[in-house]
């Protein structure tokens, strides 16, 4: 007898089909072999494949397969993750807000499940690690290697590796047009990947399309085999703290909320909300949420 499993395929960070950033889920990937996975990965052949599970020590547990192979942690692909096991009726939100505990390879985290009763989709909220503000890098060779000008790049903040879970380069620059023409010299930026604390490459301007956001963003992440991201969740935390360290949005409230945009420029527009909790001088919490619509399910066959 073959085993079957369901799959979904999930656009997370978007409330309508084919916008934001699309994920596939497994479900119920228990007994699944690291053989298993890796052929099922190849066989769907997508930028991002979720497995879950059961855990012994969290309420469920998610490996995650890139082209590039398996990632500790993706943000869009555990919002599109919960999103089809609330729809698949594995987990019941009963309560305004339903906790849930995540076991990934990497580390365990809080979701939250809350509950909308005029949409019917579930916001999905992740509480991300404390952000760790790391290296620092040259302006000059990044611009070079993002195909913008140095003018471009905002002088007064700097290229920093920031991570609440995945460290991601933060490159600030002046406008929309700026971001617009970024045009990376993949030789360069893998040379300069040689020697560098980060995976992947969040470019961003305060310049936004729509004038309910705060904050622009293309994404890179060619060591994982994906050249742009449509909608980033696992970065967006870093970018919300890199927004309040630096002063480039007040933290007057005691929590700052953060509207990122991103995704237009491929068409795939979507929305992530960052809630930072703490000032310039110190942050205390961090959480990255968002919403998702199911495009396609079905069955895989063993």
């Not at 987990?91 to 499940?113: H, W």
């Not at 000059?140 to 290229?159: F, K, N, R, T, W």
């Not at 992947?200 to 904050?215: G, Q, Y």
């Not at 890199?242 to 929305?271: D, F």
């Amino acid at each position: 007898m073959r085993q079957k499993l369901k799959f979904f395929q999930v656009d997370a960070f978007t409330d309508v089909p084919f916008g934001g950033n699309p994920a596939t889920i497994v479900l119920g990937a228990d007994n699944l072999s690291d053989e298993d996975i890796h052929k099922i990965s190849r066989e769907f052949n997508v930028r991002e494949i979720v497995f879950t599970s059961g855990s012994y020590s969290a309420d469920f547990k998610f490996r995650y397969v890139t082209p590039g192979g398996e990632v500790d942690f993706s943000g869009h692909a555990t919002v599109a993750a919960f999103h089809a096991l609330v729809e698949e009726g594995l987990i019941e939100v009963v309560e305004d807000i339903r906790m849930v505990s995540l076991e990934t390879s990497s580390s365990l985290l809080q979701v939250d499940i809350v509950k909308n009763e005029q949409t019917g989709i579930p916001e999905i909220q992740i509480t991300h690690n404390r952000p760790e503000f790391l290296r620092t890098y040259d302006s000059v060779q990044y611009a070079e290697a993002l195909g913008i000008h140095l003018v471009d790049i905002m002088s007064l903040y700097p290229i920093q590796t920031v991570s609440t879970g995945i460290p991601n380069l933060m490159v600030p620059v002046t406008s929309l047009d700026a971001l617009r023409r970024v045009k990376p010299n993949w030789d360069l930026l893998q040379k300069l990947a040689e020697d560098c604390d980060y995976l992947a490459i969040e470019v961003f301007t305060r310049d936004t399309i729509d004038v309910t956001s705060d904050v622009h963003v293309r994404h890179f992440a060619p060591s994982l085999g994906v050249s742009e991201d449509p909608v980033t969740g696992s970065a967006a935390g870093g970018l919300g703290s890199y927004l309040i360290r630096y002063g480039l949005m007040s933290s007057t409230n005691i929590v700052s909320s953060i509207v990122v945009e991103q995704g237009h420029i491929l068409g795939r527009p979507g929305k992530v909300i960052v809630e930072v909790t703490g000032n310039q001088q110190e942050i205390q919490q961090v959480k990255v949420s968002g919403t998702a619509v199911t495009v396609a399910k079905g069955e895989i066959f063993l």
